[in-house]
């Protein structure tokens, strides 16, 4: 009778097996582990080993590999049967071992002798196998129970594997969700540094393509120019350190051609094993928040440019009213026709000049006296209604559109006077061939998206006043510098350049904020926020003022 020699660590598993063969005919020893099996195959020669695959102390494979490493053993057929080690890998690797075969542990007896029995018909060379024997009352009642238990263990190996499955599930729903409400892109790439995955939504908000216009290019395709995808190569990709990381700034280029500033966070891509399989990046773009640096550091310029001028106008204006004061004491002493009284004459004048120019630049360092009063700033444009076409020519046309439910605001009216007048006046400089002129009031609320673009701006209710003209706009250069003092793009002698000056500090020290937006040949729209007010409106006189130096 031959001998078969089982190698299992559990117990009920042998068992079974030793059953299954003792009802084909066969003679079956037991062993707990490789060791034992070892022991016993190099004492008694056994015709057939099955050894399962994993043991705690010696595996089913290093069993094998002693077994044909023993001049002794080597023939001895050896067959694997296993219910962890169950792939093509696994497989292959018992085959080129020496294994004949690689079976799944016999949760169905029947099942594991039909494979059993072809390896065994190979291993017999044709020769009859034994007759199988009727089953003993005690071996039926086992395996029943075992069946049983079988059965159970199945049970439970579908329930964990249905949490498990549902937990990796679940995983792949919070890392789709994830992946795809990132606001960065987020690309990955092959070796190669060919695009292999990209958040969908974000690669559309950013650069306008959808995944499948860019899957397979090289990643250079979102780059503005060769030298920023060369420079992420060099810092990153061509490093022989598989944990090479980069963070840096570059242009990036949409589908439609625009350039914009970007940040990447570059990476290579590694396995469990960290292995390189791949590159990962991370674009993030900055253009807005390069907006707001800009819009910060224009904010902290003039800032100190207000400081300075409101030192220098305070101390040069208390050098002219020496100047203007001594000269009126001069005239006042020289006779009529005089012939030193025509000189004093204009030495006052221009006196006069320059203390209004100190002024303006008081206004701009907001330093100047207010009298603040409850306005309704209807009333002050109505109130600008004969003036202002005087003043702007018979060729540019003036248009109104006043909020009936306008709110109040508390500022000096001849001041807010003052900026309606700068504003159209500098509206009328540019339409040098006629156009129309547009002043616009309305309740506005400031949030706080708006604020954060509009560094100065505060969030909460406010009174627009808008001016819009439909001149020959301002060019981005231009806006800049346009609030500063004394910048000006007008000849020599045709203006001092304190005119948008003064109306950006009379309406900073209202406590509101004035923005400007225009383009070459399409106009400009300036639009002043000041906080609204509640309130009755207060009596007040029209200042009204001649057109500003």
Known sequence: ???????????????????????????????????????????????LIVSDALMPRMDGFQLLRLVKADPKLRDVPFVFYSSIYTGRDEEALAVSLGALAFLPKPLDPEAFWQALQRVLAAWTEGAPLPEVAERRPEELEFLERYSDIVAAKLEEKVRELSAAKTAVEDRERRLATLFRNLRDVLVMADPDRRILDANQPALRDTFGYELDEVVGQKIAVLYADPQGFEATGRAVFERRDPSAQALMEVDFRRKNGEVFPGELAASKLLDEGGAVIGNLGLIRDVSGRRSLEEQLRQAQKMEAVGRLAGGVAHDFNNLLQVIIGTCELALADLAERGAHRKAFGIISEAADRAAGLTRQLLAFARKQVLEPKVLDLNQVVAGLGKML?????????????????????????????QVLVNLAVNARDAMPRGGTLTIETANVDLDEAYTREHPGASPGPHVLVAVTDTGTGIAPEVREHLFEPFFTTKEVGKGTG????????????????????????????????????????????????????
């Not at 076409?389 to 009216?413: I, M, S, T």
Request: hydrophobic share 40%; proline share 5%; net charge neutral.
């Open 498 to 549: 304190l005119g948008l000056a003064t109306v950006y500090g009379i309406v900073k020290q209202s406590g509101g904020c004035i923005y400007v937006y225009s383009e070459p040949g399409q106009g400009a729209i300036f639009k002043v926020f000041l906080p609204r007010v509640d309130g009755a409106v207060d009596p007040w006189r029209g200042d009204r003022r001649d057109e500003p130096a």
């Open 1 to 47: 009778m031959r001998v078969v020699l089982v190698v299992d660590d559990n117990a009920q598993d042998r068992k079974l097996l030793r059953l299954n063969l003792e009802h084909r005919g066969l003679r079956v020893r037991e062993a707990a582990d490789g060791g034992e099996a070892l022991r016993f195959a190099r004492a008694e020669r056994p015709d």
């Open 389 to 417: 076409p005087r003043l702007l020519g018979e060729d540019v046309r003036v248009v109104h559109r006043l909020a009936a439910d306008l709110g109040r605001v508390r500022a000096d009216p001849g001041q807010v006077e």
